[in-house]
Structure formats: C-alpha cells, structure tokens
C-alpha cells in the first residue's frame, strides 16, 4: 500500500493572458471548504508567463499558497507543455487532491496529468466532499445518461483528482487583501515530442458563453420544427440572453450541440430560464433547476417542466412566446426611457 | 493507423477510413469490452476496417479509465510487434465505449507517451513521411490550429466528419473476418492490474438524482387569449427583478 501522506487541495487555474476561466475561481471556495475541513490548506497553480499577478487575485479568493510557474514555455497553452510541469509539480510537492475544471481545457489536462502520475480521476463532477475519518474526497457525477448520481472515491492513489462542471458551485465573494505565499517553481524540461505546437488561433465567436448567461431562452422537442428556433432567437434577444435547448432539440438538429442544457449538456444557472416547449425530463431538470426564475410554456398542462417552475404558461408556443416577446419589449422599452429621464422606479402590475 | 471505435460516435473510424483511402496504410479497430463489443467490431469491419481486436475478459469488468487505458496501451504495443511497424495514430472517439467521462483519449496519449490532439474538428494536413499532422481542433469558445509529430493520439468531434453507410454485401462479409480476441493473459497484464482492481476509483453510492421542486404559479387562458397570458406574464416577471435593466437589488 502507497503511503497516503499527501496533503493540501490544489485547484488548476485556468487562464489565457489577464482572463480567467470563472470555474477556476468556484473551484478555489470548494478548495477553501475542503481544506478547512480536512485541516489542510488551500493552493492555487498558477501556469503562464507573466502570470504573477493572477496568484494575488487566488489569494483573495481564498488560496492560502500559489505555486507559481513563471516560464515562457507554457505561452501559450499547450496541453502537452502544461501536463508535463503540472505532473511534476504534484509528484514533487505532494498535494492529496488536485481540482480542476471540467472545461475542454481542465478535461485534457486531468486526462494526461492524472495517467502520468498514476493516479484516479472523476470526471464532470457536480458535488464534492471529505468524508474527514478516511480523508477521503468524495465526488459526485451524473451517469447513465443522468438519471443517476454516483459517488466515486479514490482510496489508495493520490492525489484524487477531479474535474468539476463550471457552474455548479458559487464564485466566493473575493476578499481584497487577503495574504497568501507564492511558490515559485522550475518548469524544469519539456519533451517537445510530447508538445502539439499551437499554429494559430482562430478568434472567439463573440457568442455569450451559455454557463455565463443571465438569461437562457431553450426550446425542446415540443418546438416540433426547425423554423420555431426563430421565435426563441427573438425573445433571448429581447432579453439580452442566449438560445439554448434540451436533447431532443439537438437531437434534431435544431440547437447545436454546445447549446445543450442538462446532464449531457451544460449546467447553468442565469438568472431567468425560460423552457419552451420542454417537457422536463431529469435529465434536462437537473442542468437548469438552480436557475433563479424559471418559466415554462408548454401546451400539456401536466409536463414535468411545471413542477419545476416559477411560472407557467399551459398554451402553444407559437402564439405565446411571440406575445410575450412583444409584451416584454413594450415594458422593457418604457424601463428604458424612464430610466433615462431619471424617473421614479418602475413597478407594474403584481397587484 | 489503429483506430478505437465506440458504437456510438464512428466519426474516428470514418476520419481514418478517409485517410487510408488517400495514404494506404491500414486501419485495425480495438475495443474493450464484453464478448458482445464483437457487434461493433463487425461493423468497423463492414465500413472498411483492415482489421478488428475484441480485448475482452471477465477481469476487465468494472474497469475506470486508468485501468482502461492499461488495456488499451498493451494490445497497441501487441500490435505494433506483430506488424513489425508502429502506429502512426490513434483516433478515438470523445466518449469512451463504457461511460462518459471523455478521459480514455487523453490517458491513452499519456500511456503511450505520444501528443494528445483533442476535440479535433478538422485535420488539416497528414503528411506520414514528414512524420507530421496538422489540425483544427475546437477548445471551449475558440478554435486552435495545431501541429504534432507522428505518432499521435487525435480525439474527434462528431462534426468532423458524416459516418458512411455499409452496402449489404460488406455487411455481410464482415460477418465471415475474423476478429483477434485478446485477454490479460494475451497482455501480460495480472488480473489485479486490470478491471475493478485495477481501478483506482470506485463507486461507493449511487442513487437517483434529487430535484428541486416550486411552487407553481399558472397564468391561465392563454388558449383563448395568448396576448393577455404573455401580459401577465411580462408583468410577473418584471416585479420579480430577473430582467436586465429592471429591478436590480429589489426594485
């Protein structure tokens, strides 16, 4: 048996340049909790060139120490380059669970430090905690599809490693000031065989990214045709939100794949979702229900999607999400113009 | 040019098929699993495979992605010494035949000590004699180009590439190919390197996922009148704060 004398939860921060990855911070107040249960500490790694300053913004966020390696090898990122100085990192100094997030980036990643170091990895995790006798990190993930949870525990390899689903847990409230220490660190050498080379790098799309939406807009099989897409498009736009939908929507070629909101999908939580034409299969539930305010329309009065909601709308989706996209375009527009002339605050209509 | 193909996503099949057509070379399909995975080896064969490898074995049962790629990464060096050739790449498919955690790609590459090419939607170029490949990958919102040697483990995306159809007669012949059965006897590999004990995760719970129920609040008559509903409903909406520009903090 491997002696089990690793310490310390450490989370992957996700960055390109100044811009970091919110998960990587959600991550940080799982770290705390954990740490603070387990009476260990709270690390964030810090990868980059020029990266510095971005150990300071962990420490606010609740990281006790940074490890901090500063080399221009790992500009920009390349898996293979980051893989091989996060291995090293966690074989030299030991932590007894890495967190990263469940990102294209942190599951590439995961995958490659997790082998070579030897080790378990849960990936696309939605809950975690310590059972504190064993030390153990229990992670919880969706599977079969969704309709299950399953907690997996790594008993006698470490450290534990996870991915975690963006979204899924809260931003801590940053504490300016906050002190921690930086470990500095040797990227020491990279085998450039192991390395694919970035070429080039095609700009992002300027779509909203739908986990960092404040309004979500998705349509389900109850959309019955391609064309209805159009109508969700002209009220997310109106709501300054984004179009997403349920599987049997991208199933059918409707929503595109990334759009994808539940247990194989996305789990997001803006502050007003609206189900169109979803009937609320768990699967879909669960990626959407800690939402703030959730609104379902639906022409069967006795979908699951009701149970779930704040508001309904028992009706056809042709007819009714034209009319409120309008009725919220009328109200949203006068909001707008008493704004601008300093108006008293708007209160309509709750009777 | 091996490929491990799931019976789901064939798109990792279909992008090696493609390239074989173009290079030569030749295509051998692996997959982990019980005796019944042989189905979807017969048809990696009827679409073109060269050759299929069925790894199956009571021991692999309740096998993580770690013990998983173990498998894996032996019967690719299996093979290589029976061709007398290395691999030039490995494609896999996203998700992994037996669960969806998406990691046997990137553990395989670790295994096998090749670069990882992940999410990749486009293969640019594929040059085996410059030893070098050359694709367009989707990372989170952005789109990457990239270029590794040879050899190399690239992971698909479905949108790589559309899966073609078999005719009846290659159906039919892929039943008559044989297919190669390895064990862990085959490997090398101790039954306590692989399966259940091999894994160093384990599922200790599971159970249906909990969900989170509200109190309903239904505006009625949108059959008769859908203007009036929607009405109210805008109204709801904007006295609860959700919408941007209205009611932040309570108003």
Redesign the interface.
Known sequence: MPELDHRDVWVYVEHRGDEV?PVSWELLGVARRLADELGEEAAAVVLGHGARHLAERAFACGADRAYLVDDPVLEPYR??AH?QVLARLVERHRPGIVLLGA???G??????????V???????VTELAVDRGRRLL?ATR??F?????????????RPQMATVRPGVFPAPEPEPGRQGTVIPAEAGVVDP?????????????G?V?LERA??VVAGGRGLGEAGNVALLRELAEV??GVVAGSRPAVEAGWIP?EAQVG??GKVVRP??YVAVGISGA?QH??GM??A?????INRDPDAPI???????????LR??VP??T???R???RS??SR?ATGGE??????R | MPAIVNPDDLHALEEALRWRERLGGRVTVLTMGPPQAEAALRRALSLGADRAVLLTDRAFAGA???AT?LVLARALRRLEREQGAPFDLVWCGRQALD?????????????L???????VARVRRLDPAARRI?V?R????????????LP?LVTVE?TLNAVRYAALPDLLAALEQPIVAWGAAELGLAPDEVGLRG??????????????????????G??AD??Q????????????G??????EGG?
Do not use: M, N
């Open positions: 990855h898996a293979g893989a990102t294209g980036v599951r590439e990643l995961a995958g490659l430090v997790a082998t070579a030897g080790t378990g990895l849960t990936a696309d229990e969706p599977t599809g969704g309709k299950q949870l399953a907690t997996i525990v790594c008993e006698r390899h065989d192991l390395v694919a080379e970035v070429l080039e790098v095609l700009p992002a799309d779509r990214d404040r309004v709501l300054g794949r247990q194989t502050r007003l768990v539930l669960v229900q800690d703030e305010v959730v609104v379902a009701f149970q779930v909601a704040d508001y309904g709308i028992v009706g056809d007819q009714v009319a409120l309008e009725e919220l009328l109200r949203l909001l707008a704004g605050p708007v209160r309509t209509g709750s | 993580d992605t770690y790629t669960g969806d955690t998406g990691q046997v790609g990137p553990g395989l590459a670790a295994r000590g090749v670069p990882l090419l992940a999410y050359e367009e989707v990372l989170d919102r952005r789109r990457e180009v990239l270029r590794a040697r190399a479905r894994s160093p995760t384990r599922v200790v719970r599971s159970g249906a996922a909990p969900l989170r129920r509200r109190q309903t609040r239904l505006i009625p949108a059959a859908p203007r509903a929607a009405a109210q409903l805008a109204d709801l909406l904007l006295a609860a959700v919408l941007d520009g209205g009611g108003g």
